[in-house]
């Protein structure tokens, strides 16, 4: 794993990539089978975006005492289902702010206590040892923290709606872009904006273009609409994210193959794989490293 943490680092880490369903088997070894959850460090500032299944691994990861914001895209199982598996809040120090996005900026308490809680999950959120605040805010605007650090939201075309992020460190560019489907006129100008310039887009890409015309309004897309988007963004690189749950390793070592190819330097996401964006000034490339 290439070293991380440096005050002008950006660096990005895959818990989980697959979509809808964890998959785990030994189709799935090399891109994973835990559902989306993604750490973002800018420096040393932590944050995590969703909590898939991919959430308990992070939370294994991370001090009993840390003080964690998590940064939801939206409230579907798979980008919500490791929560009350992630570790800080099971400690009695740890403490977790919960931001999510929408479009009547209400926060995401009261889905969140619907579903977990008798009898669809055993507990309540509440009942957990550390400290949970929920904090909503429309999709759209940015979001401000104490430390002065400012994270860039955007929303985005998805049944009930999602959010995408933003992250900006070091004259470094990461967004993370998922779920999202695409226009069949090209790409949506506002999230063209949002990524411009980006050296990374985390993108859903869970359909094929031979497999989309059949699951039109799902709210997904694919990697060649994310290749076209990176393009008129002027984005250098794409990172296909929110794996299909019937695409094993075989399948994604060849979609990988095509978007290499068609976008140099994109890749499929692996759970386990960290990138490290040194800061423009140290003229480093980034490294890749899975
Ligand atoms: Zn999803
Ligand atoms: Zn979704």
Known sequence: MPERGGDGDLSVRFWGTRGSLPMPGPDTVVYGGNTCCVEVRLGTRLFIIDAGSGLEAAGRSLPGTARIDLLLSHLHHDHVSGLPFFSPILKEK?????????????????????????????????????SIEHVGFRAGETLSFEDGVRVATCPLRHPGGATAYRFDHGGRRVCYVSDMEHLDAGPDLDVVNFCRGADLVIYDAMFTESELPRCRGWGHSTWNAGVELCRAAGARTLAAFHHHKGHDDAALAGIEASLAA???GSFVAREGQTLVYRARQAAVAAAQEA
């Not at 977790?96 to 055993?122: E, H, T, V, W, Y």
């Open 262 to 264: 068609a976008l140099p």
């Open 94 to 130: 740890g403490s977790l702010r919960i931001f999510c996005g929408n479009q009547g900026g209400a926060s995401a308490k009261a889905a969140l206590d619907s579903m977990f809680a008798p009898p669809l999950f055993p507990v309540t959120l509440d009942v957990l040892p550390g």
